[in-house]
């Protein structure tokens, strides 16, 4: 009797959370699955079963491959340099240095732009000729490069972006990992003669794996998930050079209007992210959690 | 020599003392400990013999070399931490060879070291584990196992009991003992407890307010206090510390001890000094503790309170009045003002109580 009655107190007290995660979640996922099997309807012709046929124009689709290698190219690099830059920051922020909260505000301050004002500062920074690294680049006679405008260029241009207003914001993870780090566990790494660096690679560092593994997750998350610059900068060109999956299922979608091969390159992205999710949560979370 | 030897060692912070020209010497293979309420910088000092903070100003010799200036890991010492300061991701084999992994010792000697270690403070079956997968006990002893590993002259112990509960800590107070005596170790061991500090020291070296109040024997503490400090701090219950008011001079015991100099003076007694008689101070019992072997009894005399240890059980009823005697030779005497031992004011006269 109790325990039924706590059964429904507890199915009431969850059911506003489901109902949100049901309809903004789990039901577009199942729908966009749904679609991803139909034909793009166009005009009179409603949509008509055609299986996988949208998975393998997938496979056989270049600017897909493209967009996928972009990405990869993207995380691979994005990931590792910004979790760098902000372990490297969160250190030298909590050494005990000197203007030590202007220094943080400083390096979180790009996390607290949109991606959009980032992408407007960034333009006249990458400006052939007149942008600032040009100007910076012309006593060296390195000038007139158009580095947005050069498929070589391009994606690298986007990539430092990124890693600019990631790594503030991964930052202050670390430094509440950091932080939360016994300074007995410290004294007693010295007292045993370890050297700084020692200290750093024996004690600190495997402190922080969750906190790195949490971040780089996030990260790698982040890295298929945000193209505001790409729309505001370059919309993919040159030549596909920054297509982005999420871009590209964004140009498929909302420019070619062809909606139910978006739904498969959907399809796709979810899978990716959802078996990242599933390598956090099944596989490193074990080994590195202590406690 | 092996030892410690500090020299007037002072550590301010923001204007204020927490340690106060503290001198000491102990020496070889002693254990001492370093005893004070929270806040009597009992443990600033150890942290400064650790090379943890570094000293306003005085020296700190180690092993008779001059280690004032030396990094914590120069100083050839151990420590074990109040906290023990465990390595979380490290197996406890690990955490007691990292110091020997650090310092580049071969694997093979690690190992036979380890083996000796973890046979001492039988922690043979659990050296795979984490440290979150022992109890209290056994991560005291992988932080004693990571201290003792080092082999220096040289351990100093941060209230290392005060994390185990009350078995538990007497257990490994005489396992710590007999470790020390075995291995010859100098130890400077920081307590509260003045319980501990008596029964486990050869030395013990006894704080307050950043300075040195009493330093010397256990015994030497119990049975000569330097100060009313001292006389309160060891010793349970207590020593009763009374004002030698003229109401208690009146009475039989009082004026066996009667005021001479200007000054007031107070009277000292420990509980178990006291005895119920037929005469003496009048008294009425108030209250009585049972702790088994003995009992506690609380009597007021005049305004001042009494407590009073007797074997056994409690034999008075609140209440009941009573008479108080003891010997002249068990009463201590100190400075009202100052609260520092003097000697009695008229020696002619104590005899009679005798």
């Not at chain 2, 005085?58 to 151990?78: F, Q, Y």
Request: with cysteine; hydrophobic share 45%; proline share 5%.
């Amino acid at each position: 009797m109790k325990a039924s009655r706590n059964a429904i107190y507890g199915g009431l007290l969850l059911l506003p959370a489901a109902i949100l995660l049901w309809t903004f979640t789990f039901q577009p996922i199942l729908t966009t699955i749904y679609h991803s099997l139909f034909s793009t309807p166009r005009g009179r012709r409603p949509a008509v079963f055609i299986g996988l046929d949208h998975y393998e124009t997938m496979i056989a689709d270049p600017v897909f491959w493209r967009a996928v290698s972009n990405n990869l190219v993207y995380a691979l690099t994005t990931v590792p340099l910004s979790m760098g830059l902000a372990l490297a920051m969160a250190l030298l922020i909590n050494a005990k240095i000197r203007g030590q909260a202007l220094v943080r505000m400083a390096y979180f301050t790009p996390t607290v732009l949109p991606m959009v004002a980032i992408a407007n500062i960034w333009l006249f920074f990458y400006a052939p000729d007149y942008g600032l690294i040009d100007q910076l680049l012309r006593p060296f006679g390195l000038s007139g490069n158009n580095w947005l405008g050069n498929p070589e260029t391009a994606l690298p241009a986007l990539i430092v972006i990124t890693i600019w207003k990631e790594a503030g914001f991964f930052m202050i993870f670390y430094l509440a990992a950091l932080q939360q780090i016994s300074p007995s566990l410290l004294e007693a790494a010295d007292l045993e003669g370890a050297s700084p660096w020692q200290r750093f690679r024996r004690v600190v560092f495997p402190l922080l794996m969750p906190t790195t593994l949490f971040v780089s997750i996030n990260a790698v998350i982040g890295a298929f998930r945000l193209v505001d610059h790409v729309v505001a900068m370059t919309k993919g060109g040159p030549d596909n050079a920054t297509t982005l999956l999420l871009f590209y299922i964004y140009q498929v979608g909302f420019s070619f209007w062809d909606t139910g091969y978006a739904a498969a390159l959907t399809v796709v992205l979810l899978a990716v992210l959802m078996l990242i999710a599933l390598y956090q949560f099944g596989y490193a979370d074990k080994r590195i959690h202590y406690r | 020599m092996p030892g410690i030897e500090v020299d007037r060692l002072v550590k301010e912070w923001s204007g204020t003392r927490a340690v106060d020209q503290v001198s000491f010497k102990t020496g070889e293979a002693e254990f001492v400990a370093l005893l004070g309420p929270s806040g009597c910088g009992k443990s600033t000092t150890l942290r400064l013999i650790a090379g943890l903070e570094s000293a306003n100003s005085g020296r700190i010799m180690i092993a008779g070399k001059d280690v004032t200036e030396s990094p914590a890991s120069k100083r050839n010492l151990s420590m074990v931490f109040q906290s023990y300061a465990l390595f979380p991701h490290m197996s406890v084999a690990e955490n007691i060879v990292f110091g020997l992994s650090i310092r580049g010792v071969a694997k093979a000697d690690q190992n036979k070291r380890l083996a000796a270690i973890a046979k001492l403070l039988s922690l043979s079956h659990l050296l795979d584990r984490k440290p979150s997968q022992l109890s209290g006990g056994q991560q005291q002893r992988v932080a004693l196992g990571r201290a003792l590993i080092a082999e220096t002259p040289v351990c100093l112990l941060d209230e290392p009991l005060s994390n185990l509960d009350a078995q538990l800590r007497s257990e490994m107070r005489t396992e710590i003992r007999s470790l020390q005596r075995r291995l010859g170790l100098t130890m400077l061991f920081v307590t509260h407890d003045q319980t501990e500090a008596m029964s486990m020291a050869d030395r013990i070296i006894l704080m307050r307010n950043g300075k040195v109040e009493q330093s010397g024997e256990p015994h030497e503490l119990y049975e000569r206090p330097a100060s009313t400090f001292v006389a309160r701090f060891i010793g349970t219950p207590p020593m009763n510390v009374v004002e030698l008011t003229s109401s208690f001079q009146a009475a039989e015991v009082g004026q066996n001890a009667p005021i001479s100099s200007s000054s007031p003076v107070l009277m000292g007694i420990r509980p178990e000094d006291i005895q119920f008689s037929d005469s003496g101070l009048r008294a009425v019992v108030e209250s009585s503790e049972y702790f088994g072997a003995d009992s506690v009894t609380l009597c007021q005399a005049g305004d001042q309170k009494l407590l009073v240890r007797t074997p056994g059980r409690p034999k008075l009823e609140a209440g009941a009045a009573v008479h108080l005697r003891w010997a002249a030779t068990s009463a201590h005497y100190f400075d009202a003002e100052s609260g520092l031992r003097c000697d009695p004011p008229r020696k002619e006269l104590r005899l009679q109580q005798a």
